[in-house]
T-cell receptor, first 109, second 115 residues
Framework: AQRVTQPEKLLSVFKGAPVELKCNYSYSGSPELFWYVQYSRQRLQLLLRHISRESIKGFTADLNKGETSFHLKKPFAQEEDSAMYYC???????????FGKGTKLSVIP | GAGVSQSPSNKVTEKGKDVELRCDPI?????LYWYRQSLGQGLEFLIYFQGNSAPDKSGLPSDRFSAERTGGSVSTLTIQRTQQEDSAVYLC?????????????FGEGSRLTVL
């Protein structure tokens, strides 16, 4: 079974402060991890995937297999980062994408 | 179309009634997913289609839920004898054929309220 845990329902930070959204997973095989974001009144969309090792909108995430974590980080939060963030997991070659319950990020001006 | 289209965007129904939710995926996307988004529960996987086939229906909460896909395109999620706990946003997503990249393209959802 695969499971994704996002321990924080809500995270509030001041503009310019660092952000870390936590994600832990449980999966026996080789996982593929993703972060999705949903801005207010917009569709859920892919933010980044670990396999690409990319930085999108200043966000990065490193897969730590030892700690089974895939935390999302940004050094300086912006107001436009306020959104709902979902961590998701897929088994290699699997169709199923399992989502966490999400963390609402609120950036205080 | 430009993206995944879902209808209706909002549906209010009485307990015990049947409802149908429709999803129009992006043209050429062979994979289609239904998820349910409830307050505080995140996204709950319901069913996955590859073409017209649904290899995994295990996420459907009960036998009141069913889904079909025709012509490898439009999908309909049907909920029979709705209950108040069925109230949620039902999200449809589609994905390109080929190697699973994990990139799902979501619709705006159908918000179902059961009174």
């Amino acid at each position: 079974a695969q499971r994704v845990t996002q321990p924080e329902k809500l995270l509030s930070v001041f503009k310019g402060a660092p952000v870390e959204l936590k994600c832990n997973y449980s999966y026996s095989g080789s996982p593929e991890l993703f972060w999705y974001v949903q801005y207010s009144r917009q569709r859920l969309q892919l933010l980044l995937r670990h396999i690409s090792r990319e930085s999108i909108k200043g966000f990065t995430a490193d897969l730590n297999k030892g700690e089974t974590s895939f935390h999302l980080k940004k050094p300086f939060a912006q107001e436009e980062d306020s959104a709902m963030y979902y961590c998701a997991l897929s088994g290699a070659g699997s169709y199923q994408l399992t989502f966490g319950k999400g963390t609402k990020l609120s950036v205080i001006p | 179309g430009a993206g995944v289209s879902q209808s209706p965007s909002n549906k209010v129904t009485e307990k015990g009634k049947d409802v149908e939710l429709r999803c129009d995926p992006i043209s050429g996307h062979t994979a289609l997913y239904w998820y349910r988004q409830s307050l505080g529960q995140g996204l709950e996987f319901l069913i996955y289609f590859q073409g017209n086939s649904a290899p995994d229906k295990s996420g459907l909460p009960s036998d009141r839920f069913s889904a079909e896909r025709t012509g490898g395109s439009v999908s309909t999620l049907t909920i029979q004898r709705t209950q108040q706990e069925d109230s949620a946003v039902y999200l449809c997503a589609s994905a390109k054929p080929g190697i699973n990249t994990g990139e799902l393209f979501f619709g705006e959802g159908s918000r179902l309220t059961v009174l």
